[in-house]
T-cell receptor, first 116, second 109 residues
Framework: NAGVTQTPKFQVLKTGQSMTLQCAQD?????MSWYRQDPGMGLRLIHY???????DQGEVPNGYNVSRSTTEDFPLRLLSAAPSQTSVYFC???????????????FGEGSRLTVL | GENVEQHPSTLSVQEGDSAVIKCTYS??????FPWYKQELGKGPQLIID?????GEKKDQRIAVTLNKTAKHFSLHITETQPEDSAVYFC????????FGAGTRLTVKP
């Protein structure tokens, strides 16, 4: 029962470097999303996808890119890392196309990113 | 967009006592209100949810109430146990889900 798998779990970057956070789900969910979690600010939506080939921006999309070439995978790319992107990142999936309205979000275990 | 406020930010109770966490939301179109529990080093997990056509829902020691007129909803945990210690998030959703800032609940044995 893998569910939602995120890699890596920990990463340290220097300012200006780029990297990709990987997310894969094996539940055949249409909806996938990325959140960042910062102290005192809850979970904020970065980007989401309602199906393969479709992506859209969330609340805090600047500095991040996503793509959805398959149902299973939804990678998050940091183009030029900045210290403000130091955070814990969570990938989540849901059977429905909106993620919230149709039911439960299933979260991965998180990726802790530090940008120096 | 939707704005969700959650109180308190920290809550400490004695084992066996009840705990209540409250949330307010701004968008009257929101119609789905889940609660998530996050344990240390883990991703959030759904513990209970409620839809806008229901005023109250209960699952064993956990209950959620919703007041659509006042735009607020609450999580009630009765007979708290040390394993209830975690961070709890409320959320409100119309098309995309917005989360509250979280409540760190500590249950002292």
């Amino acid at each position: 029962n893998a569910g939602v798998t995120q890699t890596p779990k920990f990463q340290v970057l220097k300012t200006g470097q780029s990297m990709t956070l990987q997310c894969a789900q094996d539940m055949n969910h249409e909806y996938m999303s990325w959140y960042r979690q910062d102290p005192g600010m809850g979970l904020r939506l970065i980007h989401y996808s309602v199906g393969a080939g479709i992506t859209d921006q969330g609340e805090v999309p600047n500095g991040y890119n996503v793509s959805r070439s398959t149902t299973e995978d939804f990678p998050l790319r940091l183009l030029s890392a900045a210290p403000s992107q130091t955070s814990v990142y969570f990938c989540a999936s849901s059977p429905g196309t909106s993620g919230g309205n149709t039911g439960e979000l299933f979260f991965g275990e998180g990726s802790r990113l530090t940008v120096l | 967009g939707e704005n969700v406020e959650q109180h308190p930010s920290t809550l400490s109770v004695q084992e066996g006592d009840s705990a209540v966490i409250k949330c307010t939301y701004s968008d009257s179109a929101s119609n789905y209100f889940p609660w998530y529990k996050q344990e240390l080093g883990k991703g959030p997990q759904l513990i209970i949810d409620i839809r806008s056509n229901v005023g109250e829902k209960k699952d064993q020691r956990i209950a959620v109430t919703l007041n659509k007129t006042a735009k607020h909803f609450s999580l009630h945990i009765t007979e708290t146990q040390p394993e209830d210690s975690a961070v709890y998030f409320c959320a409100a959703s119309d098309n995309d889900m917005r989360f509250g800032a979280g409540t760190r609940l500590t249950v002292k044995p």
